[in-house]
T-cell receptor, first 115, second 112 residues
């Protein structure tokens, strides 16, 4: 298994509060990604990073921000959580480049409930 | 934008073969993937196929790719109850960064 951990694994919070989710990797991979999983939608990309301090938006980035100050850590922040952000959040990593280095490996997920 | 579609549900008996289908719209695909998700868990990579291949076999798994029809399938031989899970196909698009577009997932139920 790829060395990816996510914390917390479960969180319940109230509408309007800030929330930060952490993804940590031990593989020294260049690319890191945040997805959300919702019924009927599969996984959708929120933000991704292609290096330290290099990030960009995915298809569902509104209401989310990210930071990557170290190769191994990628943080996802909900500045003011809303009920529509109740979801399961997955982090993924990939080495980048050609061939199977493009394959993405996923963390165990964080289940977030916004009341 | 790119769309990846899968049927929602498949039910088979233990020992039978399962075939999970996926269609995609992107013409710039490089790799196509199959992931498995067990309840409460993350996505586990099962296999992948490069877009210039027609078939890939890996033990009980056979992936078929029809690039002309943009159709991908995953066949699981001798399906076991432990194969019950949600299966996602995903398309890696050649967009300058590694954009992976997922289908909605097919829930496979294997009954004894």
């Amino acid at each position: 298994d790829a060395g990816i951990t996510q914390s917390p694994r479960h969180k319940v919070t109230e509408t309007g509060t800030p929330v930060t989710l952490r993804c940590h990797q031990t593989e020294n991979h260049r690319y890191m990604y945040w997805y959300r999983q919702d019924p009927g939608h599969g996984l959708r990309l929120i933000h991704y990073s292609y290096g330290v301090k290099d990030t960009d938006k995915g298809e569902v980035s509104d209401g989310y921000s990210v930071s990557r100050s170290k190769t191994e850590d990628f943080l996802l922040t909900l500045e003011s959580a809303t009920s529509s952000q109740t979801s399961v959040y997955f982090c993924a990593i990939s080495a980048g480049g050609q061939g199977n280095r493009e394959t993405q490996y996923f963390g165990p997920g964080t289940r977030l409930l916004v009341l | 934008g790119e769309d990846v579609e899968q049927s929602l549900f498949l039910s088979v008996r233990e020992g039978d073969s399962s075939v999970i289908n996926c269609t995609y719209t992107d013409s710039s695909s490089t790799y196509l993937y199959w992931y498995k998700q067990e309840p409460g868990a993350g996505l586990q990579l099962l296999t992948y196929i490069f877009s210039n291949m027609d078939m890939k076999q890996d033990q009980r798994l056979t992936v078929l790719l029809n690039k002309k029809d943009k159709h991908l399938s995953l066949r699981i031989a001798d399906t076991q109850t432990g194969d019950s899970a949600i299966y996602f196909c995903a398309d890696l698009m050649n967009t300058g960064f590694q954009k992976l577009v997922f289908g909605t997932g097919t829930r496979l139920l294997v009954s004894p």
